[in-house]
């Protein structure tokens, strides 16, 4: 008796606490219908029993509810546990969509990490469904020991209070209702309910950086701060009010000092800011303001911090007359900005990444280039470029190294005058990405050719692969 009133209070525990994360935080609603991303672990198991006991049909805030789940053929155990979420959809009479995928074949073809390719190729099917069955949103099991390790992933590669803020409870079409439960209270849910449930050896493994965060870094904080789960999720929270405020604010002052035009010979629609007013915005409204307005023109992910510095000397007029992000062109003319997209860049421009650097060096003096891996396709000297390469539009005074068939360099020239060599058009010289090191440039990025640059002055190389932004 005792152990089943304990059970209950496990349950009810559990669900009230989740109920009140909603409550202050957002839910979806009523009447949607939602299709669970479901692994068959403990998180998405618990989370499937919880809409259907709290959400289901009957109850008073009903769902319609689906169940999608993905077998990535990663390990031996995952064709049993797909067909133990079939079971479980079907004993439920719920809608069930599974697909089977090989995680690794599909990498190996993209370029992409395993990991990276497996979410990519998940979240394609599970909006496939949702756009062919009519779903409105994807329910997934997220919780507050998953955002613990998102913002501190966020923090370790240097993000600002937009990535600080974490995972939101509903984004677009995801919806995160578990982002306030940890992880142990989920077990003891899903064990106080006896819920079937399998367990995947591979989170155990430090062999992703999310593993390692989990099984390394988090149990070290919490020899500082025993409450570190709970800590970085507060983080995350209170980021996300001062990131909203400040978006919000952004956006008014972009609406206070903005006015749309339209080209009179093509009738293609600019924008006009005036120069003063951006010019004297403090750092954090400047940044934001310039990521709304790329946001505009449909450029997002491209455009970082890294971006704002240059925008400022446009602004302010010094050195720089002209910005191009993409597509979109950045001109100071008088006391006013003017930012529009270029007619013969229509078109989204791709972007590109550097995948996989590593340090060679060769056991003495290089005398012809020195062979890369599969996949590779980039070697350069690590003299001309101390930090790795870099990939960036031109800036003034870039010079481009020259090379002859095999790589070898034999001279350097001004990149404008290499460029008009090429008799590239003025309008597309900005929108071109290079392959670049300090203060000198190596190549114009070329994803599908292979690109070495080598002398006989080092035998220290960078070598990596250069691929599309997917």
Not at 99 to 109: F, M, P, S
Not at 143 to 171: C, F, K, P, Y
Not at 186 to 204: E, G, M, Q, R, S
Not at 315 to 340: E, H, L, N, P, T
Request: hydrophobic share 40%.
């Amino acid at each position: 008796m005792v152990n089943i009133e304990k059970k209950e209070l496990i349950i009810a525990s559990f669900e009230n606490k989740v109920a009140a994360f909603a409550q202050k935080h957002g839910t979806v609603p009523p009447d949607s219908k939602v299709l669970v991303a479901c692994s068959g672990g403990p998180d998405s198991m618990a989370l499937l029993h919880w809409l259907m006991a709290t959400k289901g049909e009957g109850t008073e805030a009903a769902l319609a509810i689906g169940v999608a789940c993905v077998d990535h053929s990663l390990r031996v155990e995952s064709k049993a546990e797909l067909a133990m979420v079939a079971h479980y959809a079907k004993a439920h009479d719920l809608p069930f969509y599974p697909l089977t995928i090989d995680a690794v074949a599909a990498a190996e073809q993209s370029g992409e990490s395993v990991e990276t390719t497996g979410r990519r190729l998940r979240y394609e099917f599970f909006r496939s469904i949702c756009q062919a069955e009519g779903y409105d949103y994807i329910a997934t099991a997220h919780h507050e020991n998953d955002q613990a390790e998102t913002i501190l992933a966020h923090l370790i590669r240097g993000s600002g209070t937009a990535g600080l803020t974490g995972m939101q409870v509903i984004a677009d079409d995801l919806w995160r209702p578990f982002l306030g439960v940890t992880k142990e209270e989920i077990l003891a849910y899903v064990k106080a309910l006896v819920l079937p449930f399998a367990h995947d050896k591979t989170n155990d493994e430090p062999i992703y950086m999310r593993n390692r965060l989990r099984l390394e870094v988090l149990p070290l904080l919490k020899e500082f701060n025993p409450n570190i789960v709970a800590t970085l999720a507060r983080l995350g929270e209170h980021m996300g009010q001062d990131e909203a405020f400040l978006t919000a604010e952004a956006k008014r002052k972009f609406n206070e000092l903005c006015i749309v035009c339209t080209k009179k010979e093509s009738g293609t629609p600019y924008i006009e800011l005036k120069r003063n007013e951006v010019a004297a915005l403090p750092d954090a409204l400047f940044y934001r303001l310039w990521r709304y307005v790329f946001g505009l023109f449909d450029i997002k992910n491209t455009f970082s911090g890294a971006h704002v510095a240059e925008l400022r000397q446009v602004v302010k007029g010094k050195k720089r007359k002209q910005f191009m992000c993409s597509q979109v062109k950045v001109a100071a003319q008088y006391d006013i900005i003017q930012i529009g997209r270029l007619v013969a860049f229509d078109l989204k421009m791709t972007q590109y990444r550097i995948r996989e650097l590593r340090a060679l060096t060769w056991a003495g003096p290089a005398v012809e280039p020195m062979p890369l891996k599969n996949g590779e396709n980039l070697l350069i000297p690590r003299r001309l470029a101390a930090k790795g390469p870099e990939i960036r539009q031109r800036k003034a005074g870039d010079r481009i190294v020259l090379t002859r068939r095999d790589g070898r360099i034999w001279g350097h020239k001004k990149l404008k005058d290499w460029l008009i060599d090429r008799k590239v058009p003025t309008e597309e010289r900005d929108a071109l990405w290079f392959v670049c090191g300090d203060k000198v440039v190596f190549s114009k990025v070329q994803p599908k050719t292979t690109t070495i640059v080598w002398d006989e002055q080092t035998s220290e190389y960078w070598a990596c692969s250069i691929e599309e932004e997917k």
